[in-house]
T-cell receptor, first 113, second 114 residues
Framework: KQEVTQIPAALSVPEGENLVLNCSFTDSAIYNLQWFRQDPGKGLTSLLLIQSSQREQTSGRLNASLDKSSGRSTLYIAASQPGDSATYLCAVSFWAAGNKLTFGGGTRVLVKP | EPEVTQTPSHQVTQMGQEVILRCVPISNHLYFYWYRQILGQKVEFLVSFYNNEISEKSEIFDDQFSVERPDGSNFTLKIRSTKLEDSAMYFC????????????FGAGTRLSVL
C-alpha cells in the first residue's frame, strides 16, 4: 500500500531558526510531490510542487528537496517567522495511482516570537 | 489570483438527509477532485473527475456519493443519505492538466451530521 508519513507530528522553534520538515513515502515511483500549508479550520494552500525529474524547488524562503531513491522529501523554511505557524502537509502523486494525491498526516509548526 | 470556491462553508444536517456540496473550480482547469478530512485525521482522496466522467474513486466513495458537473462552472458532491461518520471537512480541488498537476484547493465545507 502506498503511504506517506510525516515525522514529527509537531515542532516548536524560536523565531529566526530554520525549519526542517520531513516527508517519507513508501513507493519511489512517483509522478510528483506537493507541499501544502493548512491554517486551523482552513483550506490547503499549495506551497511547492516537485516533479519526479527534479531534485529541488525553491520559492522565496522555502526550499523543497526530493530524493526518490530513499523515498524522502524535505521542506526547508529559512529564518522562520511567527506567521509561518501552521500545519504543513506533504502529498504524493504515485504513478500507479493516477493523479490523486496521497497525504501525510502533517507537521504542526509553532514559531515562537 | 484565480481560486477554487466552495459553498457553503459550513453545512449542518440531520442523519439520513441528502446534502449537496458545491464547488467552482478554476476556470481553465480540466481535472476536478473531492477530498475529505475527518477531524484529527489525514486528508483522504474521494474521487477525481475529467471529461464529464469519474476517472478514479476510492473505497470511501460508495453508492451514497455522486458527483456532477451540471454546467460549465460548478462541480458538486452529493451525499444521498448522510451518516454520522460523514462528518468531516470536504475539500474540492482542480488542476489544469496531468502534466501540470498542481492541485489547487478550496477553503473547504465543514459538514456536521447530527
Amino acid at each position: 500500500k502506498q503511504e506517506v508519513t510525516q515525522i514529527p507530528a509537531a515542532l516548536s522553534v524560536p523565531e529566526g531558526e530554520n525549519l526542517v520538515l520531513n516527508c517519507s513515502f513508501t513507493d519511489s515511483a512517483i509522478y510528483n510531490l506537493q507541499w501544502f500549508r493548512q491554517d486551523p479550520g482552513k483550506g490547503l494552500t499549495s506551497l511547492l510542487l516537485i516533479q519526479s525529474s527534479q531534485r529541488e524547488q525553491t520559492s522565496g524562503r522555502l526550499n523543497a528537496s526530493l530524493d526518490k531513491s530513499s523515498g524522502r522529501s524535505t521542506l526547508y523554511i529559512a529564518a522562520s517567522q511567527p506567521g509561518d505557524s501552521a500545519t504543513y502537509l506533504c502529498a504524493v502523486s504515485f504513478w500507479a495511482a493516477g493523479n490523486k494525491l496521497t497525504f501525510g498526516g502533517g507537521t504542526r509548526v509553532l514559531v515562537k516570537p | 489570483e484565480p481560486e477554487v470556491t466552495q459553498t457553503p462553508s459550513h453545512q449542518v444536517t440531520q442523519m439520513g438527509q441528502e446534502v449537496i456540496l458545491r464547488c467552482v473550480p478554476i476556470s481553465n482547469h480540466l481535472y476536478f477532485y473531492w477530498y475529505r478530512q475527518i477531524l484529527g485525521q489525514k486528508v483522504e482522496f474521494l474521487v477525481s473527475f475529467y471529461n464529464n466522467e469519474i476517472s478514479e474513486k476510492s473505497e470511501i466513495f460508495d453508492d451514497q456519493f455522486s458527483v456532477e458537473r451540471p454546467d460549465g462552472s460548478n462541480f458538486t458532491l452529493k451525499i444521498r443519505s448522510t451518516k454520522l461518520e460523514d462528518s468531516a471537512m470536504y475539500f474540492c480541488a482542480s488542476s489544469e492538466s496531468l502534466a501540470k498537476n498542481i492541485q489547487y484547493f478550496g477553503a473547504g465545507t465543514r459538514l456536521s451530521v447530527l
